[in-house]
T-cell receptor
Framework: EAGVAQSPRYKIIEKRQSVAFWCNPI?????LYWYQQILGQGPKLLIQ????????DSQLPKDRFSAERLKGVDSTLKIQPAKLEDSAVYLC??????????????FGPGTRLTVL | DAKTTQPTSMDCAEGRAANLPCNHS???????VYWYRQIHSQGPQYIIH???NNETNEMASLIITEDRKSSTLILPHATLRDTAVYYC?????????????FGSGTRLSIRP
């Protein structure tokens, strides 16, 4: 079974530039999550999708971050314009959904973003 | 979701059992205890979860106290590859709105 795929793995940009990250979840997983992990901290949930609908985006800085999950499969997370404090690892995760009962999330390898 | 408290760091000798404690004194009756770990430069990995009973799988054992206010993750024979940050999380059963909230975790170092 293929895992959660993310690209790119690394990205270096200058502040005020734009950047986009892509995630392809495990096939059949209804729920998709984007997390931000700053060095030395645990992952922080940015946005959660159930199929192609947003369930929780309360921690997403909506003035600069946006995300979409067209057709309920893969997803993109965009930052425009980037700030220095956006330097972090962006993790994508997916879970099976309602049929499982418990919340086992499968994580991708992450995208390490450096904003100069 | 209930807050959990874990030691910042621990170490264990290779081949010995690693016992990682977690306090979750405000856990609700329907909240599961989850454990995830994150090896350096990788995404977190699910280890195990439990509600009331002790649980065991191929990776670890989870011991939950009878009052459910604390738990211990046991890695029975720690190897160098078990060096990672371990997260203990309390969260309700899966729903479209349920989420896993990660704290700072315990940094476990396995020494040769």
């Amino acid at each position: 079974e293929a895992g959660v795929a993310q690209s790119p793995r690394y990205k270096i940009i200058e502040k005020r530039q734009s950047v986009a990250f892509w995630c392809n979840p495990i096939s059949g997983h209804a729920t998709l999550y984007w997390y931000q992990q700053i060095l030395g901290q645990g992952p922080k949930l940015l946005i959660q999708f159930q199929n192609n609908g947003v369930v929780d985006d309360s921690q997403l800085p909506k003035d600069r971050f946006s995300a979409e999950r067209l057709k309920g499969v893969d997803s993109t997370l965009k930052i425009q314009p980037a700030k220095l404090e956006d330097s972090a690892v962006y993790l994508c995760a997916s879970s099976l959904g309602m049929g499982q009962g418990y919340n086992e999330q499968f994580f991708g390898p992450g995208t390490r973003l450096t904003v100069l | 979701d209930a807050k959990t408290t874990q030691p910042t760091s621990m170490d264990c000798a290779e081949g010995r059992a690693a016992n990682l404690p977690c306090n979750h004194s405000t856990i609700s009756g329907n909240e599961y205890v989850y454990w995830y770990r994150q090896i350096h430069s990788q995404g977190p990995q699910y280890i195990i979860h439990g509600l009331k009973n002790n649980e065991t799988n191929e990776m670890a054992s989870l011991i939950i106290t009878e009052d459910r206010k604390s738990s211990t993750l046991i890695l029975p024979h720690a190897t160098l590859r078990d060096t990672a940050v371990y997260y203990c999380i309390a969260s309700p059963p899966y729903s479209s709105a349920s989420k896993i909230i990660f704290g700072s975790g315990t940094r476990l170092s396995i020494r040769p």
